[in-house]
């Protein structure tokens, strides 16, 4: 079946320019998470969304950052003012909490973002 | 607060054994689980534990103990394959699992 995508698969942009990160989940998976992997480095956690319940923003690094997930399906990611500390990979996931294994997350293969 | 330790490198050589440590300290834990990642990858589910003890799933073995905030990853007989980064992850009360910055794993033929 599908897996999660994400696009685009890579992102050139100029500082100062806003960019947005599309991520479709796997269908029917209420959990939805975005993090953000520089080179070489763990996995940051950005925001989490869980069916209808308000997100968990804790990870947002700026305001700057902000994401909304429509119908409980598509994210998208926003960066404003794009800086070049911003350049990364950004990776979705997502998971359904009704699965044999609740909590497995599923990952998309990331937007590779490079502000110059 | 949140807190995650693992080793950030860790080299076997093919075939032997080895074992990746994992100590955490997070509010409201449920369980832990441990993700693969090759070089320009993405991360992969291994396992998840929600109870004390050993979990086996082929060459891969993961362990827990709650009362120790403590957890482990056991590769067997191991391939060149292996070579990745390997992240334990706990999950808490929130839904929300938090990465480190994860195991490198080095092999050696």
């Known amino acids: 079946g599908a897996g999660v995508s994400q696009s685009p698969s890579n992102k050139v942009t100029e500082k100062g320019k806003d960019v947005e990160l599309r991520c479709d989940p796997i269908?029917?998976?209420?959990?939805l998470y975005w993090y953000r992997q520089s080179l070489g480095q763990g996995l940051e956690f950005l925001i989490y969304?869980?069916?209808?319940?308000?997100?968990?923003k804790s990870g947002l690094p700026s305001d700057r950052f902000s994401a909304e997930r429509t119908g409980g399906s598509v994210s998208t990611l926003t960066i404003q003012r794009t800086q070049q500390e911003d350049s990364a990979v950004y990776l979705c996931?997502?998971?359904?909490?009704?699965?044999?294994?609740?909590?497995?997350?599923?990952f998309g293969p990331g937007t590779r973002l490079t502000v110059t | 607060g949140q807190s995650l330790e693992q080793p950030s490198e860790v080299t076997a050589v093919e075939g032997a054994i080895v074992q990746i440590n994992c100590t955490y300290q997070?509010?409201?834990?449920?369980?832990l689980s441990w993700y693969q990642q090759h070089d320009g990858g993405a991360p992969t589910f291994l396992s998840y534990?929600?109870?004390?003890g050993l979990e086996e799933t082929g060459r891969f073995s993961s362990f827990l103990s709650r009362s120790d905030s403590y957890g482990y990853l056991l590769l067997q007989e191991l391939q060149m394959k292996d070579s990745a980064s390997y992240f334990c992850?706990?999950?808490?009360?929130?839904?929300?699992?938090?990465f480190g910055k994860g195991t490198r794993l080095h092999i050696l033929p």
């Open positions: 996931a997502s998971s359904n909490d009704a699965g044999t294994v609740p909590y497995e997350q599923y």
């Open positions: 269908s029917g998976h209420t959990a």
């Open positions: 969304f869980q069916g209808n319940s308000a997100p968990d």
């Open positions: 997070t509010s409201g834990f449920y369980g």
């Open positions: 534990n929600a109870l004390d």
């Open positions: 992850a706990p999950l808490n009360r929130d839904d929300k699992i938090i």
